[in-house]
């Protein structure tokens, strides 16, 4: 059903076939200039507990563990571009890629990939709204990411309308009762909450998106059978939307933590884990 590889990804893409995917998903750093970190809590109604949470209910917290990664370049573009164009050459002739990124480096991405991919295969700027931490009282809050879809040929692509996952009307006595509950398809903004803090969905790692994100992304722009990549793969979760939806996938990272935690999340798929080392020989 699917591959892990271990390794760095400069290491594991040149191994990888010309034209072998339908879609490639990335979710690389975002140049953040700090430690990314993820502390794992088990909480338990404690009335002497050192939270507080809904309606003033105590909680007792217990730390299980924590999963960090420093996510800070001198030259982000430097360390993206090679990536890039092997995500260009890996895609079949009707394959999409999709970069997911956040307001920090998002433009000098769009102008590396304008250049690699071409302007005119830019098709969309996809914002993944949310609501979630801290608001800072000096600017307004950043609560979004940015997906950039880019296909390979800009007039024969995927995109199966008829799987998009209809959302409900804002105002659905405004329309027909067949309508309201048919839902509506998103547009180019999409309203996700994160994962949520104590929801089984949680795996620990510091950078683990919805996999709801995911599951859309997969079901419009593949079909079942086809391949999937993921060089950023993290948590896993494009491995276990691909998986669930009956595509194949290959999932690539150097980050032990990661490996660990996407090969027991995807342990029923039965994925290959290979160790990829440098210089070894492409397959």
């Not at 102008?111 to 996809?126: M, S, T, Y």
């Amino acid at each position: 059903m699917g591959t892990i590889f271990h390794g760095d990804n400069l290491d594991v893409l040149p191994t990888l076939p010309d034209g072998g995917f339908e879609l490639v998903y990335i979710d690389p750093p975002f140049n953040t200039g700090r430690s990314q970190r993820h502390t794992r809590l088990q909480v338990e109604r404690d009335a002497e507990g050192d939270r507080v949470g809904f309606a003033g209910q105590r909680y007792r917290s217990t730390k299980l563990g924590s999963l960090s990664f420093a996510d800070v370049f001198d030259d982000f573009s430097a360390f993206i571009e090679p990536r890039l164009r092997h995500a260009h050459r890996l895609l079949t002739p009707q394959g999409s890629f999709f970069l997911h990124i956040d307001y920090r480096e998002a433009h000098y991405c769009k102008v590396l990939l304008d250049a690699i991919f071409g302007r005119e295969c830019f098709l969309n700027e996809i914002i993944w709204a949310y609501d979630y931490g801290g608001r800072p009282r000096t600017r307004w809050p950043a609560k979004h990411d940015t997906l950039l879809w880019y296909a390979r040929d800009p007039k024969h692509y995927t995109f199966n309308y008829d799987a998009i996952d209809r959302i409900p009307y804002m105002a659905p006595r405004l329309v027909s009762p067949e309508k309201a509950a048919r839902g509506k398809t998103p547009t180019d903004v999409w309203w996700q909450t994160i994962v949520p803090t104590a929801g089984r969905e949680r795996t620990g790692y510091p950078t683990q998106k919805p996999i709801k994100i995911l599951d859309r992304i997969v079901a419009v722009h593949s079909n079942p059978g086809e391949r999937v990549l993921d060089f950023f793969a993290g948590s896993g979760t494009t491995g276990e939307a691909a998986a669930r939806a009956g595509r194949d996938f290959v999932l690539v990272d150097q980050s032990p933590e990661a490996i660990d935690v996407m090969t027991r999340r995807l342990a029923f798929a039965e994925p290959t884990v290979t160790r990829v080392l440098p210089g070894d020989e492409p397959r």
